[in-house]
């Protein structure tokens, strides 16, 4: 397919999203919209795009998943690049419209789209796959045919296959990251349940739901986040509901932490959807465009916080590390001896060498490739 590839709309770490539209024969046009994204990465670093678009293909039928539209491999300026074609979202980002609208929404909005996420989230989930990396900015806002807008889940590129033993030692952003992913390096599908609490606290109260101050180290905030008996804020504003619904998602225990299938019953979402079976409830419990997307970044290595903080060591938190940049064979847990305490597993996880973040200025031309 001919097509040509327009401005920018994006940057991560290996890709580039950019708008794109169909050209050359028509009849080859009229089976594309008009206007769709491109996801673009070079194929020497195109693994983390292909395996979003193989995730893609499993959930092409999900409403509340952005629908992928096909593939190619193009030649430009002397570099061959894999291409992922995507529905465009002409609304933008969650995270757009919450600045957008001076900060927070009204709730009936916020059920609003919790529910379209925990739609998406369900499929996910029922077919094996954990997301990873929900917040904000990773859900795109559509235009409905009645006027209305309705939300859908983007960007794959962290997903995996539930239960696949891990080779990054970090996915997600530390923000929206729950205390299991950082004490124990377990990405599973209750960590979707906690960052999807996070995004909806972040809908209510116009801000990440972590307070920290602008000085705020990432050791910090990690520390609190995986080791502290903190909770992140629930906005005093939200109905009874609301507060409740946030409480089943923030429960530090991911074993006792509401499912997916069981929020979806939850009288916050539940009214006008069609009700799944219930699930067992467990026991009650005590009631932030790449994967650091932290805006007060410090440097770690010195962090007055990993000098001073001394914890006994924890073998039920452990796990093997593993770097962004290398796999490595064996069980996550063959290595207990990698963390002797909460201290090392954070310097382990802001030490890790991660990639030039940095983006070039996008060009507002249309390029033809072919």
């Known amino acids: 397919m001919e097509w040509r590839r327009g401005k920018s709309v994006g940057q991560g770490s290996f890709c580039s999203v950019n708008l794109a539209i169909p050209a050359g024969d028509f ?44 593939d190619d491999h193009t030649i430009e300026n002397g570099q061959r690049f894999y291409n992922v074609f995507l529905e465009y979202a002409s609304r933008g980002t969650l995270a757009d419209l919450l600045k957008k609208s001076g900060g927070a929404l009204v709730e009936s909005d916020a059920r609003r789209y919790t529910r379209s996420i925990l739609r998406g989230l369900h499929c996910i989930h029922e077919r094996g796959f954990v997301h990873c990396d929900i917040k904000p900015q990773n859900i795109l806002v559509y235009s409905a045919p009645d006027g209305s807008d309705d939300v859908k889940i983007a960007d794959f590129g962290l997903a995996k296959k539930a239960g696949a033993v891990e080779n990054l030692n970090l996915r997600g952003t530390p923000l929206y990251m729950s205390p299991e992913s950082i004490t124990c390096n377990e990405h599973e599908a209750p960590c979707d349940v906690w960052s999807l609490g996070c995004a909806v606290a972040e809908m209510m109260i116009g801000r990440p739901a972590w307070n920290r101050r602008v000085d705020t180290d990432i050791s910090a905030l990690l520390f609190r986040i995986g080791f502290g008996e903190e909770l992140p804020e629930i906005p005093e504003k939200m109905s009874e509901q609301g507060k409740d619904f946030l409480r089943k998602c923030f429960v530090k225990d991911p074993s006792k932490r509401w499912t997916v299938e069981m929020l979806l019953n939850h009288p916050f979402v539940a009214e006008d959807i069609v009700s799944l079976p219930q699930a067992h409830k467990p026991s009650p419990s005590p009631s932030p465009r790449s994967a650091f997307d932290f805006p007060e970044w410090r440097s770690s290595t010195e962090s007055t916080l990993l000098n001073s903080i001394s914890c006994s060591s924890s073998s039920s938190s452990s796990s093997e590390s593993y770097t962004c940049d290398q796999q490595h064979s064996g069980r996550p847990d063959s290595n207990l001896s990698s963390y002797s305490s909460p201290v090392n597993r954070i310097r382990q996880i802001v030490t890790e060498r991660r990639p030039n973040w940095d983006s070039s200025e996008a060009s507002d031309s249309w390029v033809i490739v072919r």
């Open 27 to 70: 009849s080859l046009v009229m089976q594309f919209p008009q206007l769709m994204a491109v996801k673009s990465a070079v194929v020497s670093e195109c693994s983390s795009l292909q395996s979003e678009r193989e995730i893609l293909a499993h959930l092409r039928d999900c409403p509340q998943i952005v629908r992928c539209l096909g």
